[in-house]
Nanobody
């Protein structure tokens, strides 16, 4: 059973930075791809970024491209989301998720963390 535990959320001013972490345990072939999604109040859950566990492929939503960076540390079984130049519209609950194959569709992700709140004040 794959377990994902996010941390690193918080309150930050616009233009600031945060780094989210996702600790992964029980990794299997069903968790070959790690992704970050976010959900703001009253909105659908949306794709933010994903990375293959091998690290050879990343993909970003257009809204975060150039500001966010996804990475992984295989020694620590942890995936990171470095978020720079944060905007108020980045405010959401951020979720880490795992999938067997690369996808930007939330429904294709099998395992999910509990989420961590990110709030960006203007």
């Amino acid at each position: 059973q794959v377990q994902l535990v996010e941390s690193g959320g918080g309150l930050v001013q616009a233009g600031g930075s945060l780094r989210l972490s996702c600790a992964v345990s029980g990794r299997t072939s069903s968790s070959s791809v790690l992704g970050w999604f976010r959900q703001a109040p009253g909105k659908e859950r949306e794709f933010v970024a994903r990375i293959t566990w091998s690290g050879d492929s990343t993909r970003y939503a257009d809204s975060v491209k150039g500001r966010f960076t996804i990475s992984r540390d295989t020694a620590k079984d942890t995936v990171y989301l470095q978020m720079n130049s944060l905007k108020p519209e980045d405010t959401a609950v951020y979720y880490c998720a795992a999938a067997p194959r690369s996808s930007i569709v939330a429904g294709n992700y099998v395992y999910w963390g509990q989420g961590t709140q990110v709030t960006v004040s203007s």
